[in-house]
């Protein structure tokens, strides 16, 4: 069966998912079975949305209700036993939030939880959501696979935090609940950095985030993980990959561009591997009523390049249009920060990572359920081009 989207079976069904009216309806109709205390016309917001043709569900869609904390999965069949059926997107199958078959054990932790707050669900993969316990405040991390590794870093900071290794505060660890998947950590103070980051003062905390990247690669912290060059280089082939599977006629101009990227990668000097956080986006940064710094989400740290946290940095302004100061500036006050700690970067590795930060959302956009995902998977490839070629 197809997979492109335009042109196959499933090309009327996402153009009618892409719709808001259309999502609107199915929402309203699928909370009459499974939410009846929320109004029939309430407005529904869709928070995560993917398409998936290899697998069935074909399509999920998380609706939060805005007038309500009620939350819906809904996922779009081509087989089984269905809920309902819409005559434009077909027959599909609904849950209410936190009951969840790939996450069996959701519904127990989050029940520990008073005063919960979902900060990011991905059904059937993951939940991390924030609340209170007899303890104290929490976050906790729902896994559908087995993550121990997690709970070791988590206590290898924390350590290396008390012994004044790092000039950031980082969560303290809780626990790992094997049996649930869970993660359990404390809360770490401040408020997310990205509105500093992004005014007139965002060139000093730049700096600041910068030295404690600095700081973290030479702190003796030992991750369970190891990072290398060579596994973003296999992320950038996968998304590539993706891309074509989802707009083939790009196929092309993803080969060219995959290219380029394995003859840079090739072309680049070897580089000692240091504990580096692995996204280290703004969104990650936050700053505390007196002024200190803390980090959160470790899952991807390893030992691996700073360059890496630096690109994700710059890649992510690249985006953002209420920047106080140019992209430029902020980058170069994040590397001088980092460089006053733990010496030279690679400016090389840091230009070829931003791209693949770029190729990476060209997946990502091909992918959306909406009805412009390839013309806009086409533009964002445009501006890799144009990366390369400069």
Do not use: N
């Amino acid at each position: 069966m197809p997979t492109s989207g335009g042109g196959s079976p499933y090309a009327s069904r996402l153009a009618a998912l892409a719709s808001p009216d259309v999502a609107q309806q199915v929402t309203r109709a699928s909370a009459t079975l499974v939410a009846p205390e929320v109004p029939p016309e309430s407005e529904w917001v869709r928070e995560y949305g993917r398409f998936r043709p290899a697998s069935d569900p074909w399509a999920v869609l998380v609706m939060v209700c805005a007038a309500l904390p009620v939350r819906l999965t809904l996922g779009f069949v081509s087989e089984g036993p269905a809920d309902l059926v819409h005559p434009e997107t077909g027959p599909l199958v609904v849950h209410r939030f936190p009951d969840d078959t790939g996450l069996p054990a959701l519904p127990s932790v989050l029940a520990a939880l008073t005063d919960l707050h979902v900060v990011r669900y991905r059904p059937g993969r993951r939940c991390t959501a924030r609340g209170t316990t007899d303890e104290g405040d929490r976050f906790v991390k729902v896994l559908r696979d087995p993550a121990p590794e997690l709970q070791h870093d988590a206590e290898a900071l924390w350590e290396s935090g008390q012994r004044g290794e790092l000039g950031f505060r980082v969560a303290e660890p809780v626990g790992w609940d094997a049996s649930a998947g869970a993660l359990w950590q404390g809360v770490v103070p401040g408020v997310d950095a990205s509105a500093s980051v992004f005014g007139p003062d965002g060139a000093e905390l730049c700096v600041r985030i910068g030295a404690a990247l600095g700081e973290l690669a030479r702190s003796t912290v030992v991750p369970a993980q190891l990072a290398p060059s060579s596994d973003q280089r296999a992320r950038t082939d996968r998304a590539l990959r993706r891309v074509v599977e989802r707009v083939p006629g790009l196929a092309a101009r993803a080969a060219a561009v995959g290219a380029v990227i394995e003859q840079r990668h090739e072309q680049l000097r070897p580089r000692e591997l240091v504990p580096a956080h692995g996204s280290a986006h703004t969104h990650q940064w936050l700053v505390a009523d007196d002024g200190a710094l803390g980090l959160i989400d470790f899952d991807r740290f390893a030992l691996g390049e700073p360059e890496l946290d630096i690109a994700t940095f710059a890649a992510e302004l690249d985006t953002e249009r209420t920047l106080a100061l140019p992209v430029e500036v902020l980058e170069r006050a994040l590397c001088d920060g980092y460089e006053s700690v733990a010496g030279r970067l690679d400016p090389d590795r840091i230009a070829l990572y931003r791209t693949e930060k770029r190729i990476a959302k060209v997946a990502r956009t091909a992918w959306a359920i909406r009805a412009d995902f390839a013309e806009r998977a086409e533009r964002h490839l445009r501006t890799v081009e144009a990366d390369l070629a400069s």
